[in-house]
């Protein structure tokens, strides 16, 4: 989506051209932001981004989030559109698009996510009674991959509903002791407000993987690693989901060591045990 902002940007000071690239790179998380927000990704003050907003024709922040609510919302056929244009040419070599991006997403997720904050989570499954995981829509392949890597090494994991009151009937076990790790991509969701109080009420640890750089949940959750899925309004790929999902597995698998591989071994011998019963 293009700003239409009042006034040339070459004209701005050179914090408030720090606040517009900012915005134009966020533009999905600005309907959650307020001004403190703003100035703590910045790096600026709260005044700063006030005198911003008047500066670029807008009134204040509350203007502008209303100007965004009134512009086209991306839908997924935009979405696909995006890409589709990059490929339009009979000879354009699509493989390598796709590929280039996902590497792409890839690498970023990779600067984005904080290697402290990842350590802790990969420790907390380790030691978790039991890890519940939630991921709506796209996500719940990524959800699916940690729960199948995890449950071979012994991990008691859960597989939550993507919505609905359904959703309640595995949140109903979760208690002090357990992690809920959540896939939340895009915008805040009804399920993802019910997870994140719950975790809160019940005494759960509560880790968020998500796509937005400023967001209440990221606050809510104790643990929150950011990960790149691409532009706004383009084609979201679920590579760096997928990416970090293995990197989790792998790391727990490494941290609990032989009992990970006794538990792998176990499962080896089994497959040859029934082979014959079971073929692949």
């Not at 490494?254 to 040859?272: G, I, V």
């Amino acid at each position: 989506m293009e700003i239409q902002w009042g006034a040339e940007l070459s004209s701005l000071s050179k914090s408030q051209q720090a606040i517009a690239n900012y915005i134009v790179g966020a533009l999905q998380q600005i309907p959650y932001c307020t001004d403190e927000d703003i100035a703590r990704q910045v790096g600026v003050s709260t005044a700063t981004v006030s005198r911003f907003w008047r500066a670029v024709g807008f009134a204040n922040l509350k203007a502008f989030k209303q100007q965004l609510l009134r512009s086209e919302q991306p839908s997924p056929a935009r979405k696909m559109q995006h890409i589709l244009d990059k490929v339009e040419h009979e000879e354009a070599d699509i493989v390598a698009e796709i590929a280039d991006l996902a590497s792409s997403n890839v690498m970023e997720s990779g600067k984005r996510i904080d290697r402290a904050q990842f350590r802790r989570v990969v420790e907390e499954i380790d030691g978790a009674r039991k890890l519940f995981l939630y991921g709506g829509g796209a996500a719940g392949c990524a959800a699916e991959l940690l729960s199948f890597r995890l449950r071979r090494i012994g991990v008691d994991t859960v597989r939550m509903a993507a919505s609905g009151r359904e959703l309640l009937e595995s949140l109903v076990h979760a208690e002090a002791g357990d992690v809920l790790l959540l896939f939340g991509f895009v915008k805040r969701t009804p399920e993802l407000t019910v997870l994140l109080s719950h975790a809160k009420e019940a005494g759960c640890t509560s880790v968020l993987i998500t796509d937005l750089l400023v967001s209440d949940m990221i606050k809510e959750s104790q643990y929150c690693l950011q990960i790149d899925r691409g532009e706004m309004d383009g084609f979201h790929s679920m590579t760096a989901p997928i990416a970090v999902a293995e990197a989790i597995a792998v790391a727990v698998t490494k941290r609990r060591d032989q009992r990970a591989m006794d538990k792998l071994d176990r499962l080896n011998a089994l497959r040859k045990r029934y082979a014959s019963q079971l073929p692949k």
